[in-house]
């Protein structure tokens, strides 16, 4: 395809997506609910028959954000946590949703081990072992659902049904969507075994606009985005997350620019500081699994980018935002009884006085009540240890 969004994957990348579709993925249940195991490319072509059936019109199936990304970057440097399903739906009324959600949980009773007895198990019942989140999004420019199936690890299968969204990518390194369909098509067919010579012609699109450029990003670990404040929450959180985990901007002069407009659209749509607290820590645990280093590196970037780049609050409102992740950060460090490193921190002490033999003190005057503490947590941004 000429258009400078499209791309056809190479022979090895068709390898690496094969093996991804093809991977056991568990999906652990609540309670006594056994694990589910179950291959992204079975419960794709299960749901979307499913969905046919049932008289919705499935445009499109797609692989979507970091398992995308994974497969299209080079150097193999990167991880994925999600798999991101994207089903190209319509979703003209809201019964449509209604169809969706009982489709979808009526198909993950297929994935049950054998020896279970399914015929008491209600959708409902599914919901609450298996599901970890369930979205609805029914908005002018935005029309979509999400099942997200729980996973304890964090590698949670992401079912995203849409019929419009207007802001598909936050950056451009997670900016591409492999179109599955023609893989799937081939997978229909039992005989078939998957070569060079027999693969099917897979196309990768990318939602930031020019594939080449963000490629790039990708290989060379860079940062970039688009009007961020039609993001929601301005991509502030994955923005920092990219900065810990050592990718650069690949224009300062503007991402700094940027960094403003995230900060604003995150202080737009969460106001409140236990608002924000919450998205914040639903952030670390399901994008820091197993890494609680980089959790306080992660506050530390955050804390930085907030108080270098926020205009649009008034003084005290900024200084609730970063005193609330400074406790975050004492609180990790207290739960695992972790320090940073000794050029991170500063502590300052008072002496006690010195007492002669005879019970008298010295001729220096010493105040009365416990000596302050100063932790400098952040580089050149002390605060007051919480008592």
Same mark, same amino acid.
Not at 109 to 136: C, H, R, S, W
Not at 229 to 258: H, M, N, T, W
Not at 302 to 326: A, F, G, P
């Given at each position: 395809?000429?258009?400078?969004?499209?791309?056809?994957?190479?022979?090895?990348?068709?390898?690496?997506?094969?093996?991804?579709?093809?991977?056991?993925?568990?999906?652990?249940?609540?309670?006594?609910?056994?694990?589910?195991?179950? !291959?992204?490319? #079975? $419960? *794709?072509?299960? +749901?979307?028959?499913?969905?046919?059936?049932?008289?919705?019109?499935? %445009? &499109? /199936?797609?692989?979507?954000?970091?398992?995308?990304?994974?497969?299209?970057?080079?150097?193999?440097?990167?991880?994925? !946590?999600?798999? #991101? $399903? *994207?089903?190209? +739906?319509?979703?003209?009324?809201?019964?449509?949703?209604?169809?969706? %959600? &009982? /489709?979808?949980?009526?198909?993950?009773?297929?994935?049950?081990?054998?020896?279970?007895?399914?015929?008491?198990?209600?959708?409902?019942?599914?919901? *609450?072992?298996? +599901?970890?989140?369930?979205?609805?999004?029914?908005?002018?420019?935005?029309?979509?659902?999400?099942?997200?199936?729980?996973?304890?690890?964090?590698?949670?299968?992401?079912?995203?049904?849409?019929?419009?969204?207007?802001?598909?990518?936050?950056?451009? +390194?997670?900016?591409?969507?492999?179109?599955?369909?023609?893989?799937?098509?081939?997978?229909?067919?039992?005989?078939?075994?998957?070569?060079?010579?027999?693969?099917?012609?897979?196309?990768?699109?990318?939602?930031?606009?020019?594939?080449?450029?963000?490629?790039?990003?990708?290989?060379?670990?860079?940062?970039?985005?688009?009007?961020?404040?039609?993001?929601?929450?301005?991509?502030?959180?994955?923005?920092?997350?990219?900065?810990?985990?050592?990718?650069?901007?690949?224009?300062?002069?503007?991402?700094?620019?940027?960094?403003?407009?995230?900060?604003?659209?995150?202080?737009?749509?969460?106001?409140?500081?236990?608002?924000?607290?919450?998205?914040?820590?639903?952030?670390?645990?399901?994008?820091?699994?197993?890494?609680?280093?980089?959790?306080?590196?992660?506050?530390?970037?955050?804390?930085?980018?907030?108080?270098?780049?926020?205009?649009?609050?008034?003084?005290?409102?900024?200084?609730?935002?970063?005193?609330?992740?400074?406790?975050?950060?004492?609180?990790?460090?207290?739960?695992?009884?972790?320090?940073?490193?000794?050029?991170?921190?500063?502590?300052?002490?008072?002496?006690?006085?010195?007492?002669?033999?005879?019970?008298?003190?010295?001729?220096?005057?010493?105040?009365?009540?416990?000596?302050?503490?100063?932790?400098?947590?952040?580089?050149?941004?002390?605060?007051?240890?919480?008592?």
């Amino acid at each position: 395809m000429s258009d400078m969004r499209f791309r056809n994957l190479t022979w090895d990348q068709v390898k690496i997506l094969d093996h991804v579709l093809d991977e056991i993925v568990p999906v652990h249940g609540r309670g006594h609910f056994p694990t589910m195991e179950v !291959k992204p490319r #079975d $419960i *794709i072509h299960i +749901v979307k028959q499913q969905l046919i059936e049932q008289g919705i019109l499935v %445009k &499109d /199936t797609r692989l979507n954000g970091s398992i995308a990304s994974y497969i299209l970057e080079s150097h193999n440097r990167i991880s994925y !946590k999600d798999l #991101d $399903i *994207i089903f190209g +739906v319509v979703l003209s009324s809201d019964q449509e949703f209604d169809i969706i %959600k &009982d /489709t979808v949980l009526g198909c993950l009773l297929d994935f049950l081990p054998k020896g279970v007895k399914k015929e008491k198990i209600t959708p409902n019942l599914m919901k *609450i072992a298996y +599901v970890q989140k369930m979205v609805k999004v029914c908005e002018n420019q935005d029309r979509w659902s999400l099942i997200s199936l729980s996973n304890n690890n964090g590698k949670n299968v992401e079912l995203k049904f849409v019929s419009s969204l207007r802001r598909q990518f936050e950056f451009s +390194v997670d900016s591409f969507q492999i179109l599955l369909d023609p893989l799937l098509d081939f997978y229909s067919d039992n005989n078939a075994k998957l070569t060079k010579e027999s693969c099917p012609v897979v196309v990768a699109e990318c939602m930031y606009g020019n594939f080449e450029e963000a490629v790039k990003h990708l290989n060379c670990k860079l940062i970039s985005t688009k009007k961020p404040e039609e993001i929601r929450g301005g991509g502030l959180l994955k923005y920092s997350d990219l900065l810990v985990r050592d990718f650069k901007p690949a224009c300062k002069k503007e991402i700094k620019k940027q960094e403003r407009y995230m900060c604003s659209r995150f202080f737009i749509d969460f106001p409140d500081v236990a608002q924000q607290q919450r998205k914040i820590e639903s952030y670390l645990h399901n994008h820091f699994i197993g890494e609680d280093n980089n959790k306080y590196q992660y506050l530390k970037t955050l804390y930085k980018v907030v108080n270098q780049s926020t205009v649009c609050l008034m003084n005290r409102e900024r200084s609730q935002t970063l005193d609330m992740i400074i406790l975050m950060a004492l609180k990790l460090l207290g739960k695992h009884n972790v320090l940073p490193s000794t050029e991170n921190v500063v502590c300052f002490y008072q002496p006690a006085p010195y007492v002669f033999p005879n019970g008298e003190h010295t001729h220096f005057w010493t105040p009365y009540g416990p000596s302050p503490t100063v932790f400098q947590l952040f580089q050149s941004m002390p605060f007051n240890a919480p008592q």
